[in-house]
């Protein structure tokens, strides 16, 4: 039986296609980490506002923010007013949705809320280490997002 090799065309071919293959393969990956990247802005953004209508609520309702954990208690800042949209309260990151009121916040709170806040807290008895609001477990990926006690935004690797 007579032994056939590979032409120097057929191993040129064989290159270039899988040469091709990984600059398309690179490009794909350059972009999802971009949209990640995009992604955690969007959330740092979402959580600065709440942070600002956090401290608001708790300056008109002497030191006390909104009762109640996860939503119920930021159903509480939909509800007065002080977060004017319902997507603020939903990361990039994640296939939550926004609803259209206080009310169905309140009525489907997993999938309208991608925030678990703790709630009911004094003002004048925080310190930085108090956490008031973070993302969910699996917003992001290798990096969690959290309001302390000193209302700054913090970003933690995992």
């Known amino acids: 039986m007579k032994k056939r090799c590979f032409s120097l065309v057929e191993l040129v071919v064989v290159v270039v296609l899988l040469a091709a293959v990984a ?9 999802a980490a971009k949209r990640r990247q995009a992604q955690l802005v969007g959330c740092m953004d979402n959580m600065k506002q709440l942070q600002v209508a956090l401290q608001m609520y708790g300056d008109d309702n002497r030191s006390y923010l909104p009762d109640g954990n996860n939503a119920t208690g930021l159903a ?3 509800r007065l007013g002080y977060v004017k949209d319902g997507k603020l309260l939903i990361c ?13 916040f309140l009525e489907g709170e997993e999938q309208h809320c991608s925030y678990l806040y703790n709630g009911g807290l004094y003002m004048n ?18 990096v969690q997002q ?6 700054t935004v913090k970003q933690e690797k995992d």
């Open 92 to 104: 990039p990151g994640t296939k939550d949705t926004p609803a259209d009121n206080w009310q169905a």
């Open 23 to 31: 600059v398309i393969l690179l490009i794909w990956l350059s972009s």
């Open 125 to 142: 008895d925080l310190t930085p280490q108090n956490v008031i609001l973070r993302d969910k477990a699996g917003n992001h990926r290798k």
């Open 146 to 151: 959290t309001i302390m006690g000193d209302f």
């Open 76 to 78: 509480t800042l939909l």
